[in-house]
């Protein structure tokens, strides 16, 4: 055993430099999205190019294959005596050098330079609302990301390959067939809702102070126990997380005058994802381990804290009269139900990110079967902007006049993400499942959070999955937690009985 403990001591010296070389690249991506001048853009992609490149060869260095080879046995299938995280940590470094090995270096840094380019070409191409503009940059990622799936994987399903790097282990018809069931549950809930009463929201688009939306936010970042001496919150176009080491874990917002909530719930939903990245195992720092299982999963953590907790009713009740006070004008007459209620108002809206929870998966339900068309070559770029329009109409019968708010509104096919989009709307269906989990053991989360008890609920969420890092897979880990595959009847069920409670139904 000794060579063996030898072996992967080694091979965990190797996966250190890699996990740092990505920590590097993401302290670089993390400066371009909030500080970078923007004149630096060019320059800036060919360091990540770079980066990324090194980051590659580090993974396929030919030393990996050779550790494995002494450790005379299939890592796969590691000898039962192994403790856990070794087995994991063998598991998930030999599938990463099986798949990277595969993939040559030159593609690799193709890929980071032509998303690089797609990217800004989408900016203005969005901006200027000239989907031709961007067409043939969506055309040869589109290319690009399929080349690399037959690379890595020459007889398997192309999408299925690309879901692989963020979904492990799902396959596009298992969330095809979930979506289905989906779709079918809230379409109904959602045509309950819109032959009811809207409640009235206008006092949300007032203009609110962006620099008291700041002292709030900060406020509740800090109640849900994200951590500010290992990390911090800055302002991007766009709200993400990034980790940029064991110790340093970044959340960045967007703030609107007109838009209170939209900024609120983005410093809670990072956070959420902030606290899984911070709540690592000791165990596993350093390592590939050290790192959401999955993004469905990564996205279970974010979206419980913005929507189960951060829009329920009790959440308000604890918090309201303190965001009253911030903004007396605006909410004056304004009791905590009425706030509630607006706060969770269904509309079918053309945009993802300021959708409620009732249309927010038909958003990605038709992003994940147009993008699984387009990667098959079943859909055409030229088809794209049409085939969104229908697609929209058909789910929220209403559909864009434009494609900036049609198929060009989100970046993440311009930079190559395929496969991606699912991961958001099964981190809903996991946040349901979950949370039946949480509660059967700590009791009621309207008991806890109307008490102010947070940290019980980070304490439970520390203990079943996030110290658990990569140790299960995404499947594994939601057996483990609650004993069951996962089942989209939970979520549905979650929104029937809170939807009855804000529309009356
Ligand atoms: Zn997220």
């Known amino acids: 055993m000794n060579q063996v403990n030898n072996t ?7 996966d250190a430099t890699v996990t740092r070389l990505g920590h590097i690249t993401a302290l670089l991506e993390w400066d371009q999205e909030t500080f970078m001048p923007g004149g630096a853009v060019e320059d800036r992609a060919a360091q990540i190019a770079l980066m990324m490149g090194l980051h590659h ?11 494995f080879a002494q450790l005379g046995y299939d890592v796969d299938d590691s000898p039962k005596e192994m403790n856990p995280i070794d087995a994991a940590f063998l598991r998930e470094s030999h599938k990463r050098w099986k798949k990277k090995i595969r993939v040559p270096r030159e593609l690799v840094e193709n890929l980071a330079r032509e998303t690089s380019l797609s990217q800004s070409a989408w900016v ?3 901006k200027d609302d000239d989907f031709s503009a961007f067409a043939p940059h969506l055309e040869t990622v589109i290319n ?3 080349e690399y799936a037959r690379a890595v994987a020459p007889d398997g399903d192309a999408y299925d390959t690309l879901l692989d790097e963020y979904e492990p282990g799902a396959t596009g ?3 095809a067939s979930v979506f289905d069931g ?9 045509d309950r809702i819109l032959s009811g009463t809207a409640p009235e929201a206008g006092f949300l688009e007032k203009s609110y102070d962006i620099s008291l ?3 709030f936010g900060k406020k509740i970042q800090a109640f849900m126990g994200y951590d500010t001496n290992r990390g911090r919150l800055d302002l991007s176009a766009h709200p993400f997380t990034t980790t940029l080491g064991p110790d340093d874990v970044r959340v960045t917002t967007r703030y609107d005058e007109n838009l209170v909530l939209s900024g609120l719930l983005s410093n809670i939903h990072e956070a959420g994802h902030g606290l899984y990245e911070q709540g690592m195992g000791e165990n596993l720092r350093g390592t590939l381990l050290a790192d959401g299982t999955s993004l469905g999963i990564h996205e279970s953590q974010s979206r419980f804290w913005e929507n189960t907790v951060g829009r329920s009713r009790v959440f308000w009740d604890f918090w309201y009269r303190d965001f009253q006070r911030l903004f007396p004008e605006h909410l004056s007459g304004v009791g905590t139900m009425s706030f509630y209620r607006a706060a969770n108002r269904v509309q079918p809206s053309l945009i993802r990110v300021d959708a409620d929870e009732v249309t927010y998966s038909f958003h990605i339900i038709i992003r994940f079967r147009l993008e699984q068309a387009l990667i098959s070559g079943d859909l055409k770029v030229a088809e794209l902007p049409g085939a969104w329009r229908d697609a929209y109409q058909e789910l929220l019968g209403i559909s864009p006049r434009n494609d900036a708010d049609g198929c060009m509104q989100d970046v993440h096919w311009s930079v190559g993400l395929f496969g991606y989009f699912p991961t958001y ?3 809903n269906l996991y946040a349901a499942q979950f949370t039946i989990a949480m509660e059967d053991e700590i009791g009621p989360l309207s008991t806890i959070i109307g008490e102010g008890r947070a940290e019980t609920v980070l304490t439970w969420l520390r203990k079943n999955i996030h110290v658990h890092g990569r140790v299960f897979s995404p499947d594994d880990l939601c057996r483990h937690v609650t004993g069951k595959p996962l089942d989209p009847v939970h979520f549905l069920d979650y929104l029937n009985g809170k939807y009855a409670e804000v529309y009356g139904l």
Do not use: F
Not at 8 to 14: D, F, N, P
Not at 57 to 67: H, P
Not at 182 to 190: D, F, S, T
């Open 213 to 215: 939306q700041d002292v």
């Open 57 to 67: 060869e580090k993974i396929v260095d030919g030393e990996w294959e050779s550790l």
């Open 144 to 146: 690009l990301e399929r």
């Open 173 to 175: 018809s298992q969330i």
């Open 182 to 190: 989906l779709a079918a549950g809230l379409r109904e809930l959602m």
């Open 425 to 427: 709307a099964l981190g």
């Open 8 to 14: 992967i001591k080694r091979l965990k010296e190797l």
């Open 124 to 126: 203005k191409a969005r």
